[in-house]
C-alpha cells in the first residue's frame, strides 16, 4: 500500500499542489515533447478558476516490487520560476552524480543544495532558479548516476531535446492565465 500511495504521490508531483485532490483540476492543455509532459489545469468555480501550468518529466526506472521513480517539474507564479527535483528517501549519487550537461562541452549545471543529492527536499526558486533553467535550454541531456533506495546501482540520462520550446509555452501558457 505504501509504494501504490507513493506513486500516486510522484504521479502528481511533490510540490504544494500535491496535497490537492487530483480528480479537482479539469485539464485545459496537455502537449509532450518526448517525455517532458506540459500540463495546465483549473479547478473550483468556472467563473473564475484556480489555474496552473507545469512542465514535468517522471521516470519510473524501476518498476514494483522495487519500485523507484525520479521526477522534475518546473513552473512560474508570475514570472517567477520554480523547479523541484524528487527521488525517493535513500537515493545517494555519486560525487558530481547528477548534472545538466552540453553534449560537447560537459557540465552546464550540478546541484548546489545537499538534500537534491541526498532524496530529501529539492527546490530551486526565483534568482536560484534561472541557472537550471538556463542550463536545461542550452544542454542536451540530464545525468544520473546514483545508488537507489533499493541498494541498486544506476546511470540515468534524460534528453532535453524540445524543453527549450515547452519552457517557451510554459511561460507564455501561465501568463495568459495570469499565473
Do not use: K
Not at 57 to 69: C, I
Amino acid at each position: 500500500m505504501r509504494i501504490l500511495l507513493f506513486c500516486l504521490s510522484l504521479a502528481i508531483g511533490q510540490s504544494a499542489w500535491a496535497q490537492d485532490n487530483a480528480g479537482d483540476w479539469r485539464p485545459t492543455l496537455n502537449r509532450m515533447w518526448g517525455m517532458w509532459n506540459l500540463v495546465c489545469d483549473e479547478r473550483g468555480d468556472a467563473a473564475a478558476p484556480e489555474q496552473r501550468c507545469y512542465l514535468r518529466y517522471v521516470d519510473v526506472f524501476s518498476p514494483a516490487p522495487q519500485f523507484a521513480a525520479h521526477f522534475i517539474e518546473i513552473s512560474y507564479d508570475h514570472g517567477v520560476p520554480r523547479f523541484e527535483y524528487g527521488a525517493e528517501h535513500g537515493t545517494r549519487f555519486d560525487p558530481d552524480g547528477w548534472a545538466i550537461h552540453d553534449l560537447t562541452t560537459g557540465a552546464l549545471w550540478s546541484p548546489t543544495l545537499r538534500t537534491c543529492l541526498r532524496g530529501g527536499p529539492c527546490v530551486y526558486e526565483g534568482d536560484a532558479a534561472a541557472p537550471v533553467i538556463a542550463a536545461l535550454r542550452e544542454g542536451g541531456r540530464i545525468e544520473f548516476r546514483f545508488t537507489d533506495r533499493n541498494g541498486i546501482r544506476r546511470d540515468l540520462a534524460w534528453s532535453l531535446d524540445g524543453v527549450g520550446e515547452a519552457l517557451d509555452v510554459l511561460i507564455a501558457e501561465s501568463a495568459a492565465r495570469g499565473i
